[in-house]
């Protein structure tokens, strides 16, 4: 059980981590724009293990719990240390996986920013982690060394008030559990399991074929968008030009097949169509370099920008889209014009395009 929530676990964490050094670049982070498909399958992978630790967990202290009550309580300061780290351990992975849980169903009954509790919780619960691997090593060694023997005859004394249930059983139990946690939700990436994502609330088709996270009438943008007078300003230095939509549709387009990855693990591939952004930035001026600011019609809440690394930038499938799937961008989908970008997660792929700047 431990080997198998351990590593449930650890996937979860390196994938989350990932996701948010994505989101969150420290200098020295390098993330490339192929292949398009990568963040779909690392934030799949997050939720899917996130969600496949439920059970695994949950076996795994139904298993461990009468030692809770153990005598000493307290002790020597090495088994202070063995169960003050198990009790931080327990309680930051269960506010990890609940927490988890609840923002894929997007239900955030908290006050807190969920992105940064749950980053700053995985640290806490990782740290844990390996001290509770660390104090529990003899045991861990002495358990891999030796093949266990069931002895259903002779239940151990502290499970004496328990009916027995043998390690078997147990075991393949959690493991149906976790398998169909984890196809509860892996339909939201992986196309062919749809028909099993039942705990995967966003994996039914939206306008266009592609689901939508935040509609334009939630956002609040649906005038502006609509409006006659819209245009998309883009800058790069001392330089500045103003396009409308047909003045964005008269300059060559551009076909990209790319995904929309949510960090909540909902995925979805679409074609698009628009203008490449290295196209649009030439229309205005030289651009010689660096990352590349996104302002939405949204001016309110963190999804109204994003920042654009010179990697992505470059890239030929970086688009300013302005169809999805051979249609109109759908007004939730970003109507007049998106930014859709490879290998990026779906935060990033801001909609309803107001101002693109280079930055300095
Ligand atoms: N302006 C703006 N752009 C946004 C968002 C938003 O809330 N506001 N949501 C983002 C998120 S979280 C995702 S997953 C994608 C989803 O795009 P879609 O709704 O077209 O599928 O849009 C991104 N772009
Ligand atoms: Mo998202």
Same mark, same amino acid.
């Given at each position: 059980m431990g080997i198998a929530l351990g590593s449930a676990i650890l996937l979860c964490f390196g994938t989350g981590?990932?996701?948010?050094? =994505? !989101?969150?670049?420290?200098?020295?982070?390098?993330?490339?724009?192929?292949?398009?498909?990568?963040?779909?399958?690392?934030?799949?992978?997050?939720? =899917?293990?996130?969600v496949a630790a439920i059970p695994l967990l949950l076996v795994k202290l139904w298993a461990v719990y009468p030692r809770l009550f153990h005598r000493p309580i307290i002790g020597s300061p090495l088994r202070i240390l063995e169960r003050g780290s198990i009790a931080i351990l327990v309680g930051a992975t269960i506010f990890q996986l609940s927490t988890g849980l609840l923002n894929i169903a997007q239900y955030y009954p908290w006050k807190f920013f969920f992105p940064t509790a749950h980053y700053a919780m995985a640290s806490v619960a990782v740290g844990a982690l390996a001290v509770h691997l660390a104090v529990k090593l003899p045991v861990i060694r002495d358990a891999l060394q030796h093949r266990l023997v069931e002895s259903p005859t002779e239940p151990p004394a502290d499970s004496s008030t328990r009916p027995h249930i043998s390690r078997r059983a147990?075991?393949?139990?959690?493991?149906?559990?976790?398998?169909?946690?984890?196809? &509860?939700?892996? +339909? !939201?990436?992986? /196309?062919?399991?749809?028909?099993? &994502?039942?705990?995967? /609330?966003?994996?039914?088709?939206?306008?266009?074929?592609?689901?939508?996270?935040?509609?334009?009438?939630?956002?609040?943008?649906?005038?502006?968008?609509?409006?006659?007078?819209?245009?998309?300003?883009?800058? @790069?230095?001392?330089?500045?030009?103003?396009?409308?939509?047909?003045?964005?549709?008269?300059?060559?387009?551009?076909?990209? *097949?790319? /995904? @929309?990855? %949510?960090?909540?693990?909902?995925? &979805? +591939?679409?074609?698009?169509?628009?203008?490449?952004?290295?196209?649009?930035?030439?229309?205005?001026?030289?651009?010689?370099? +660096?990352?590349?600011?996104?302002?939405?019609?949204? !001016?309110?809440? @963190?999804? +109204?920008?994003?920042?654009?690394? !010179? *990697?992505?930038?470059?890239?030929?499938?970086?688009?300013?889209?302005?169809? =999805?799937?051979?249609?109109?961008?759908?007004?939730?989908?970003?109507?007049? %014009? *998106?930014l859709i970008a490879p290998n990026r997660p779906g935060v990033l792929q801001t909609k309803w395009l107001s101002e693109i700047e280079v930055l300095p």
């Amino acid at each position: 059980m431990g080997i198998a929530l351990g590593s449930a676990i650890l996937l979860c964490f390196g994938t989350g981590l990932l996701s948010h050094w =994505i !989101q969150h670049p420290p200098s020295w982070f390098w993330w490339p724009a192929h292949p398009v498909w990568l963040y779909r399958v690392t934030q799949g992978a997050h939720v =899917i293990s996130g969600v496949a630790a439920i059970p695994l967990l949950l076996v795994k202290l139904w298993a461990v719990y009468p030692r809770l009550f153990h005598r000493p309580i307290i002790g020597s300061p090495l088994r202070i240390l063995e169960r003050g780290s198990i009790a931080i351990l327990v309680g930051a992975t269960i506010f990890q996986l609940s927490t988890g849980l609840l923002n894929i169903a997007q239900y955030y009954p908290w006050k807190f920013f969920f992105p940064t509790a749950h980053y700053a919780m995985a640290s806490v619960a990782v740290g844990a982690l390996a001290v509770h691997l660390a104090v529990k090593l003899p045991v861990i060694r002495d358990a891999l060394q030796h093949r266990l023997v069931e002895s259903p005859t002779e239940p151990p004394a502290d499970s004496s008030t328990r009916p027995h249930i043998s390690r078997r059983a147990v075991l393949t139990g959690a493991g149906v559990a976790a398998v169909a946690a984890g196809l &509860a939700v892996a +339909g !939201q990436t992986i /196309p062919f399991l749809r028909w099993a &994502a039942v705990l995967a /609330p966003r994996s039914g088709y939206g306008p266009q074929g592609v689901p939508v996270n935040r509609s334009a009438a939630a956002a609040g943008v649906g005038d502006r968008a609509r409006d006659p007078e819209y245009r998309l300003t883009v800058t @790069i230095g001392d330089l500045q030009r103003q396009f409308t939509r047909d003045e964005l549709l008269s300059l060559p387009q551009t076909r990209a *097949r790319l /995904p @929309i990855a %949510c960090v909540e693990g909902w995925s &979805a +591939g679409a074609d698009w169509s628009g203008v490449r952004l290295l196209d649009l930035l030439a229309a205005v001026g030289d651009y010689s370099g +660096g990352d590349i600011r996104f302002r939405s019609l949204e !001016q309110t809440g @963190i999804y +109204g920008s994003s920042i654009l690394p !010179q *990697r992505h930038a470059v890239d030929d499938s970086t688009l300013v889209a302005l169809t =999805i799937n051979g249609e109109t961008l759908d007004l939730d989908h970003g109507y007049p %014009c *998106r930014l859709i970008a490879p290998n990026r997660p779906g935060v990033l792929q801001t909609k309803w395009l107001s101002e693109i700047e280079v930055l300095p």
